[in-house]
């Protein structure tokens, strides 16, 4: 079974950065394609894909983080980043790693199975 910790949450003023990681343990299945994902939560709101990447590197953003994030991952380290730049106060939520495996990775959260235990990231205007 996977497991996954995320770190590197934090407090950051508009237009900072910040970088996410996320450390698995624990091995996927060779037989199938996998997905890791990063997801972002506020009180009150559902769950909120933000970036996927796939076993072959393909990644997809959702529209409100397109050329501000970037994830990324080292399989020697089995480790998910997330670079987020120009930080916004909307960006305000506690962030997740995910992991599942199937053919296509999808930004929805009821697709990913093993989820880490999250990170708070407040960006203040």
């Known amino acids: 079974q996977v497991q996954l910790r995320e770190s590197g949450g934090g407090s950051v003023q508009a237009g900072g950065s910040l970088s996410l990681s996320c450390a698995r343990s624990?091995?996927?299945?060779?037989?199938?394609?996998?997905?890791m994902g990063w997801f972002r939560q506020v009180p009150g709101k559902p769950r909120e894909g933000v970036a996927t990447?796939?076993?072959?590197?393909?990644?997809s953003y959702a529209d409100s983080v397109k050329g501000r994030f970037t994830i990324s991952t080292d399989n020697a380290k089995n480790t998910l980043y997330l670079q987020m730049n120009s930080l916004k106060p909307e960006d305000t939520a506690t962030y997740f790693c995910?992991?599942?495996?199937?053919?296509?990775?999808?930004?929805?959260?009821?697709?990913?199975?093993?989820w880490g235990q999250g990170t708070q990231v407040t960006v203040s205007s």
């Open positions: 995910a992991t599942t495996q199937r053919w296509w990775c999808l930004l929805d959260s009821d697709q990913y199975n093993d």
């Open positions: 624990g091995n996927f299945d060779s037989r199938y394609r996998y997905c």
């Open positions: 990447v796939d076993s072959d590197g393909a990644t």
